[in-house]
C-alpha cells in the first residue's frame, strides 16, 4: 500500500471561522433560553416568589408609607416593583449558573470545547440567555404589579428603562455566576450563594427607603450599590421620569457587570488552563 | 477497508502521539504512550478502568493538555493547532453527554452552528444522519425522554455532523443493551468503510476483537502490547486449559499443572493452564490429575483469546478478577480507585471463553 497524505475530508472544516462568534454566541444564547423555558419547576418559584414577598410586604408594611422621610407613593407595591425585578433576576441568575455548573458535571462542556467553537461565546451566550430573561422577569413584574396600584409615572419609557435595566441585572449577577460555576464547577457551590445575595439586599433600600434606616444599617446601605439601583427605578415608578433615575438604573448594573464579566472570563481562562 | 501503512512519516498517520504522558499530581495516568494509527484503520485502546484509556482520549481530542510527549491528529498537533484538530474530529465520549432538555433535532442544528456549517446544509445534514441511526422519528422529543442506546446513537450522530476525518469513540457501548451494542457496532463499521478512521476505546475484549484492525492494551498508563488482534493471539501460542476442582485440591492440582506448561490467569476458584504441547495433552492432564486423587468438576479448553493476550500482558484478566493460580490483583492507577478486573456499570457479560 502506498503512502498517503491527510487531506480534511470535511467540506465545512474551514467555514467555522471568527465570523462564526456571533451566531455561536446565538446559538448558545438560545440554549439557555430554552433551558429555562423548559424548567417551569425552576422558573415558577423566581416569578411567584418575589410576588409573595411583594404582597406579604404591601400587607404588612402598607401604613410604614407614612412614616416620616419615606416618599410619597401610592402603595408600598410601588417601592418593592424594584427589589422584587432584583429578587426574580437573583434566582433566574443562580438557575443559569447552576446550569452552567451541570453542563461541566455531565461532560457537555467538554463537548463544546472538543468543538472548534470560540470559548467566549460559550460564556457569552449563557450570560446572553441570563440578560434575555432578566428582560422579560422585569416586564412581567411591572406588568403583573399594574393592576393592583402601581402606577409606572414615567410611562412606557421608564418600563422600557426598568426593562432594559432587569436585563442588565441579568447579565451583571449571571457573571458573578457563571465565574462560580467555571471556578468550582458545581451546582450545588452556584445554588450556596444565593442565600448570600438575599441577604445583600436587606442591608439595602430594597424594602425601606434610607432614610428611614439609622446607624450601621444605613451605612453598609448607603454603601451597597443595589440601593442606587432601587432608588433609581424606584423614582421611575413613583417620581416620573428623570436622566438621573434612567442613569442609575442602567449605569450600576453595568457597573457591577464590569467586575462579574472580567471575573467569568478570567475563571474561564482558569479552567481552560487547567486541562 | 483500505489501511494506509508503508513508510509513513508522523504527520500522515491520522493518529499519532509519541511518549505522551498526564501526571496528575503523582499519579501517572498517561505514562509514555506511543501510537500510529493508519488512516482508514479502527483501531481499538483496551483496559480496563483507570488504565489511562480516556485521559489518551481527552489529550488527542485536545481536552486535556499533556504532561510530556507529542500528539499530532490529522496532522495538526494537539497543543499548538488544538483549533484545526478540532475541526477534522468528530468525539463520542464516554457518558454520551448531551442536554436532556433539547431535542435531538435542536442538539443537531446547535452541534451545526459550533462548526460553523452553513444553515442551508444543516436541515439536509440532520436529516440524513438522523436517519443514518435510526432516531427520524424521535428527532423532535426531548433527549431527556431517550433511551440509552437511542442517546448514544445521537451522540454518534453529533460527532458526525461535520463530517469528520477522525473519529474517537471513548467506550461507546458501554451500559448499552446487546441489540444497541450490535447495532452501534455495524455503525462504526460502515462509517469505517467509507473511510473514517476510528479510534474506538473499550474494556470489552469482544468488541475490540470485533471491530480493531489493531488494537493497543494499555495497563497503568502504559501500553502493554499493540497489534492486530490475530498476530497477538498467535504470541500467546498454547490453548489455555481450565479446570474446577474442589476448593481444598487447588494447591494440589496447581502442582500437577505446572508440569503440563505455565499457569495463567482464571477466574476465581478455577485453575488455567497453558499448553505448551497443545490440545493433544488434555488426555494426559486428565489422567495425571486422576492419578493424583483429583475430582475434576470442570474442564474446557479454549484457543488463546484477546483476554489471554491480556493476561499475559498484564498478569490479570480483564473479565473477573485475578485468578486462584496465585497472579496478582488488579490495581488501578488512574485516580487510585483499584477498580480494576471489573466492569463499569453494565449488565452485560462479553467473556470470550469459549
Known amino acids: 500500500m502506498s503512502t498517503g497524505t491527510l487531506t480534511p475530508r470535511a467540506e465545512f472544516a474551514h467555514s467555522a471561522e471568527a465570523s462564526h462568534a456571533w451566531s455561536q454566541t446565538m446559538a448558545m444564547s438560545k440554549r439557555s433560553i430554552i433551558a429555562i423555558v423548559r424548567q417551569p419547576a425552576l422558573i415558577i418559584p423566581s416569578l411567584i416568589f418575589p410576588l409573595f414577598f411583594a404582597a406579604l410586604g404591601a400587607s404588612s408594611f402598607n401604613r410604614a408609607t407614612q412614616l416620616p422621610g419615606f416618599p410619597k407613593v401610592d402603595s408600598f407595591l410601588a417601592l418593592t416593583l424594584a427589589a422584587s425585578v432584583l429578587q426574580g433576576v437573583i434566582f433566574g441568575s443562580v438557575t443559569g449558573g447552576a446550569a452552567l455548573a451541570v453542563d461541566i458535571e455531565t461532560g457537555f462542556f467538554d463537548r463544546l470545547l472538543a468543538s472548534p467553537t470560540s470559548r467566549v461565546s460559550i460564556l457569552i451566550g449563557r450570560l446572553a440567555g441570563n440578560a434575555l430573561f432578566g428582560c422579560i422577569e422585569a416586564l412581567f413584574f411591572t406588568l403583573v404589579m399594574i393592576p393592583f396600584g402601581v402606577n409606572i409615572r414615567s410611562g412606557p419609557a421608564g418600563i422600557a428603562v426598568i426593562t432594559l435595566a432587569g436585563g442588565l441585572i441579568g447579565l451583571s449577577i449571571g457573571g458573578f455566576m457563571a465565574a462560580m460555576a467555571l471556578r468550582t464547577g458545581s451546582a450545588e457551590a452556584v445554588q450556596g450563594v444565593f442565600p448570600l445575595l438575599f441577604v445583600s439586599m436587606f442591608f439595602s433600600s430594597a424594602f425601606f427607603p434610607r432614610e428611614t434606616m439609622q446607624g450601621i444599617y444605613r451605612t453598609i446601605a448607603n454603601y451597597n450599590p443595589l440601593s442606587h439601583l432601587y432608588e433609581g427605578m424606584r423614582d421611575l415608578v413613583i417620581t416620573g421620569w428623570s436622566f438621573d433615575a434612567m442613569l442609575k438604573s442602567l449605569l450600576i448594573p453595568i457597573g457591577i457587570g464590569c467586575v462579574s464579566i472580567p471575573l467569568a472570563l478570567l475563571a474561564l481562562r482558569r479552567r481552560l488552563r487547567a486541562v | ?354
Open chain 2, 1 to 354: 477497508m483500505a489501511v494506509m501503512s508503508g513508510t509513513n512519516s508522523n504527520n500522515d498517520y491520522p493518529i499519532y502521539a509519541e511518549g505522551l504522558m498526564r501526571h496528575f499530581g503523582d499519579v501517572k495516568a498517561v505514562d509514555g504512550v506511543d501510537l500510529q494509527v493508519n488512516a482508514g484503520e479502527v483501531f481499538g485502546f483496551l483496559g480496563p478502568n483507570g488504565a489511562g484509556k480516556s485521559t489518551t482520549v481527552r489529550m488527542l481530542t485536545t481536552l486535556l493538555r499533556p504532561t510530556a510527549g507529542v500528539a499530532r491528529v490529522a496532522g495538526f498537533d494537539v497543543v499548538k493547532d488544538a483549533d484545526q484538530v478540532r475541526r477534522r474530529i468528530g468525539v463520542a465520549l464516554q457518558d454520551a453527554a448531551i442536554d436532556p432538555l433539547m431535542t435531538g433535532h435542536e442538539l443537531l442544528a446547535l452541534q451545526a452552528v459550533l462548526y460553523g456549517i452553513p444553515k442551508a446544509k444543516v436541515r439536509d445534514r440532520s436529516r440524513e444522519l438522523l436517519e443514518r441511526v435510526g432516531l427520524t422519528g424521535a428527532a423532535d422529543r426531548r433527549v431527556g425522554t431517550y433511551s440509552g442506546g437511542m442517546r448514544r446513537r445521537l451522540d454518534l450522530a453529533l460527532s458526525l455532523i461535520h463530517q469528520p476525518t477522525v473519529l474517537f469513540l471513548d467506550e461507546p457501548t458501554t451500559g448499552l443493551d446487546p441489540m444497541s451494542r450490535l447495532a452501534l457496532w455495524e455503525e462504526v463499521r460502515r462509517l469505517n468503510a467509507e473511510g473514517t478512521t476510528v479510534l474506538l476505546t473499550t474494556q470489552y475484549l469482544e468488541e475490540a476483537d470485533q471491530l480493531a484492525d489493531r488494537i493497543a492494551i494499555i495497563d497503568h498508563g502504559k501500553i502493554v502490547r499493540q497489534g492486530e488482534p490475530r498476530e497477538l493471539k498467535a504470541q500467546v501460542g498454547a490453548p489455555t486449559l481450565v479446570i474446577t476442582v474442589p476448593t481444598g485440591q487447588l494447591d494440589q492440582a496447581r502442582e500437577v499443572l505446572r508440569s503440563f506448561g505455565e499457569l495463567r490467569p482464571t477466574a476465581e476458584g478455577s485453575l488455567g493452564v497453558g499448553l505448551s504441547a497443545g490440545a493433544e495433552a488434555v488426555p494426559a492432564v486428565v489422567r495425571s490429575l486422576d492419578d493424583a486423587g483429583m475430582q475434576v468438576q470442570h474442564l474446557e479448553l479454549n484457543e488463546p483469546s484477546l483476554d489471554d493476550v491480556f493476561a499475559e500482558a498484564t498478569g490479570y484478566r480483564l473479565e473477573g478478577a485475578a485468578s486462584a493460580s496465585g497472579l496478582p490483583q488488579a490495581q488501578g492507577a488512574e485516580g487510585g480507585t483499584g477498580k480494576r478486573g471489573r466492569k463499569r456499570g453494565t449488565n452485560e457479560t462479553t467473556g470470550e471463553s469459549a
